[in-house]
Every structure is written in C-alpha cells, then in structure tokens.
C-alpha cells in the first residue's frame, strides 16, 4: 500500500512563510507526478502547484512568485515552500500524487490535508 502524508502546516502572520512536505511511503517504483492542492471553507479544491517526474513546475496564478514546488526524489518527498502569505491563502492544503507502483501500473493517491491559516 502506499501512503501520503502531510505536514508542515499551522498559523502564521501575513507576509510570513511556511514549507509544506508531502512524503509518500510504501511500494513505490516512481512517482510521476505531485501536485499540491487547496481547499478554503465554502470554496472548491483548486490547484496551487505542480511538479512532473522531469522537474517541470507549474503554479497557480494567484501564487506565482511566492509559491516553490520542489521535490527530493531519493525521499520521495515533495515541498510547498510558501512565501509572503495572505489571508486569501487560509486552507485546507492537499498532496495529490500519480504513482507507480510497478513499471506498468499508475494510481492516485490523495494526502489527509494540512490546515495553513493566515492571520494577525
């Protein structure tokens, strides 16, 4: 079986920063593709960022500039690195991750979500 899991969540003040980890664990042959997504109260799950088994990122508008998505593939371990926070970016934040467990075989696999809150 394999596992995500968050952490690296918790409150801050605006214009403070945050590293988000998402680690994955189990039987793993390689993991494709790792993306990070957010969830506010009474708003849909967006995507805020992601990364592809080449290194290829690709972010959200609203966080360009201020969000890093990197990963360590030894670790198999991806970071949110979060920068300049606001209020607008209070959610419940996800790792969203394809994997293969064998050469031929892909499956997704969602983290449990860690909570950022931005306030004074």
């Known amino acids: 079986q394999v596992q995500l899991v968050e952490s690296g969540g918790g409150l801050v003040q605006p214009g403070e920063s945050l590293r988000l980890s998402c680690a994955a664990s189990g039987s793993i042959f390689r993991i494709d593709f790792v993306a990070w997504y957010r969830q506010a109260p009474g708003k849909e799950r967006g995507l805020v960022a992601l990364?592809?088994?080449?290194?290829?990122?690709n972010y959200a508008d609203s966080v360009k500039g201020r969000f890093t998505i990197s990963r360590d593939n030894p670790k198999n371990t991806v970071y949110l690195q979060m920068t300049s926070l606001n209020p607008e970016d209070t959610a419940v934040y996800y790792c969203n991750a394809r994997i293969r467990r064998t050469p031929n075989s892909i499956q997704t696999y969602w983290g449990q979500g860690t909570q950022v809150t931005v306030s004074s």
């Open positions: 990364i592809t088994s080449d290194g290829t990122t």
